[in-house]
């Protein structure tokens, strides 16, 4: 469906990778939910869960402290910059290029990691991925790299996985790659799909991306289980996004509030964790 596509720059041929879905997610003040276990990350997964982030810096004042087991959520900013702190991970600035990635494994606690830093105001993603069961009762980790240590490949950077001969520095699992990319107006940019990596999908944050029709910040695209390669063409305002692909999760999620595992024995391990832990967090 066009909409308001620009003349000036030219559109692509349909490409091999099909959109299965495209959605605008559901506004929640500064945050808007584009994927939960609920809906899509039931096609995406191990992507399971997405949310858009768009905010003043100060809303970081409150520790919002909650648990996780289970699976591993991965934090990019596209604007902005925000300061952390979390004693023996590590302290830094996160900006445009950077990562937060905590894997809850067993069960954890977080919130009260940024406050401000230079910028009033900042945008970005918090992801949730779904752990393998050789994972999902892990101790827990948390690793925090600033941009200057992340890999760059051509427009990209790679946050998560691999690509192109690089290697990101996140601890991360086989199979599972999240890229940072910010293309030019008019510049063109395919995603050469790894074998295996059946499931993909890419949210924009800013610009907008032209093919068989515009699609613009604020959407997340999801695109057919292939590992077609992704040839993607930035719109007049140029374009920045995230694109996760990977190889499908085989397990059926099994949800708790702010967990999800491999079967209901591993929830209920997860969940007496997060119980048995708390007080080392309050």
Not at 121 to 147: N, R, T
Not at 216 to 243: H, K, Q, W
Request: no cysteine.
């Amino acid at each position: 469906m066009p909409r308001n596509q620009s003349t000036a720059y030219a559109v692509p041929a349909p490409a091999a990778r099909k959109i299965f879905s495209r959605t605008g997610g559901t506004p929640r003040g500064p945050i808007t939910r584009l994927m939960s276990p609920s809906d899509l990350g039931q096609y995406l997964k191990p992507f399971v869960f997405l949310d858009m982030v768009d905010a003043p810096s100060s809303i970081t004042a409150s520790d919002n402290l909650h648990p996780h087991s289970g699976i591993a959520t991965v934090t990019v900013l596209t604007e902005g910059n925000l300061r952390f702190d979390m004693g023996k991970w590590g302290a830094g600035r996160l900006d445009h290029g950077g990562v937060e990635w905590m894997r809850a494994g067993s069960g954890i606690w977080h919130g009260g990691e940024y406050r401000p830093d230079t910028a009033p105001h900042f945008k970005g993603f918090q992801l949730w991925v779904a752990l393998p069961a050789a994972l999902e009762a892990s101790e827990p980790e948390w690793q925090f790299i600033e941009s200057k240590d992340m890999p760059a490949v051509g427009s990209a950077r790679l946050i998560v996985g691999s690509y192109q001969g690089k290697m990101s520095p996140v601890r991360a699992f086989d199979g599972l790659n999240y890229l940072l990319v910010t293309l030019a107006p008019g510049e063109a940019w395919t995603y050469e799909t790894p074998a295996g990596h059946d499931v993909g999908w890419l949210s924009l944050s800013h610009g907008s991306l032209l093919g068989d029709g515009r699609y613009d910040a604020g959407e997340l695209l999801a695109f057919d289980r292939s590992d077609a390669a992704i040839p993607l063409l930035a719109g007049p305002e140029g374009a920045t996004f995230v694109l996760g692909s990977a190889v499908p999760h085989p397990h059926d999620l099994v949800l708790g509030y702010y967990s999800i595992h491999t079967s209901e024995e591993a929830l209920k391990a997860g969940e007496a964790r997060i119980a048995e832990v708390r007080h080392l967090y309050m």
